[in-house]
Nanobody
Framework: QVQLVESGGGSVQAGGSLRLTCVGS????????MGWFRQAPGKEREFVAH??????YVANSVKGRFTISRDNAKNTVFLQMNSLKPEDTAVYYC??????????????????WGQGTQVTVSS
């Protein structure tokens, strides 16, 4: 059974930092893309960042503040979030999936999803 488990969420003040961790099991993810999405109350789930074999990409809304990295040996992907803003408040989901024809910013490109971890940024 494939599982993705997120951790590291919490409550911080604006300008603070958090580091999210996602650990995968039940599958080797080294050839998969792994990414992060987030969903704020009343909004659709949106792409945040992803890491593939040779490159990574973050959304314009978090560029310069968030960094994605991964440790394939540990089936783990990280999201370092700095200079957090109240608008970053959301449930953050880890996702993974094999190569596909879907754009990597689309939810359809990901097969496996974690349960999410809450990030709350207060002003």
């Amino acid at each position: 059974q494939v599982q993705l488990v997120e951790s590291g969420g919490g409550s911080v003040q604006a300008g603070g930092s958090l580091r999210l961790t996602c650990v995968g099991s039940g599958r080797t993810f080294s050839n998969d893309k792994m990414g992060w999405f987030r969903q704020a109350p009343g909004k659709e789930r949106e792409f945040v960042a992803h890491s593939a074999t040779y490159y990574s990409y973050v959304a314009n809304s978090v560029k310069g503040r968030f960094t994605i990295s991964r440790d394939n040996a540990k089936n783990t992907v990280f999201l370092q979030m700095n200079s957090l803003k109240p608008e970053d408040t959301a449930v953050y989901y880890c996702a993974a999936g094999p190569p596909s024809n879907y754009t990597t910013t689309s939810r359809r490109a990901y097969t496996y999803w974690g349960q999410g971890t809450q990030v709350t940024v207060s002003s």
